[in-house]
């Protein structure tokens, strides 16, 4: 088929985000970076947010027809979250943003803080007022990223205090969800989790590089490709979810079965 044939096929309106602004965090690179490419593909409006720089991602999106903003910032600093809820109303919002360990030179105790401020604290703060948003126009829909940890305390037999600390904010992550939802799904807006198994993004290469993982013991055999998450994050961002809420989807080739 060629590029002409398919542009002339239309979405179906259920998968369709024309003209609809997403908010994506840790859109850098990895899972976030597929997800905003997904939904770019959906006709999303988007609003890229991480702490690196991400102008070649929105050049290339703003290349092929995208209206994009690129905001860099950290979500520890509330002026940025602030920020980043002040461009909305927002139709949908995918937290992708998360972070395995520490900062060098930090405390057992300060990593432990870090891990859990941009996993769970920036989430809901950010989740919550985008909420109240969706509300008042009666429909939205959030995902959070989780993790297979959060679900099964890790892919890996690593027993250090840097492991527990993730999978205790990964399972933080989806017990957000879950509240968030109660709160949210009589409002109109649909929150979701998406727990992803092993992914081969830049975090996976620089944690692979202290905590052994079994690439064979997998039982689908292969790491995920970062685009095998972002179409599902991205339609849990549409209204093909529309009767879906507190749902954790565990994609995860078969390394969580429950």
Known sequence: MTKTAR?????????????????????ANGIGRATALCLAQLG????????????????ELAGEGTTVSAVQGDLRDESYCRDLISRGPYFAFANVAGVFQGLPNQSPEEAFDFVMHI?????VILAAAIIDQMAQAGEGYIVIVGSAAG?????????????????????????????????????GVLVNGVAPGVVRTPLFQKVSQTVAFDENALPIGRLADPSEL???????????????SGAILDVNGGTFVG
Do not use: F
Not at 44 to 59: F, T
Not at 119 to 123: D, E, F, H, L, S
Not at 158 to 185: D, F, I, M, N, Q
């Open 151 to 187: 679900r099964n305390g890790g892919a890996s037999n690593e027993a250090s205090l840097t492991y527990a600390a993730y999978a205790a904010s990964k399972g933080g992550a989806h017990t957000l969800v879950r509240w968030l939802s109660r709160r949210a799904v009589g409002k």
């Open 7 to 27: 542009e002339a096929q239309s979405l179906p309106e259920r998968l369709s985000l024309s003209g609809r602004r997403v908010l994506v965090t840790g859109a």
């Open 230 to 244: 972002g179409w599902p994050i991205a339609m849990m961002c549409t209204p093909m979810a529309s009767y879906i």
């Open 44 to 59: 999303a409006d988007l609003v890229l947010a991480d702490i690196v720089p991400m102008d070649e991602l929105r050049d």
């Open 119 to 123: 996993n769970v604290r920036a989430p």
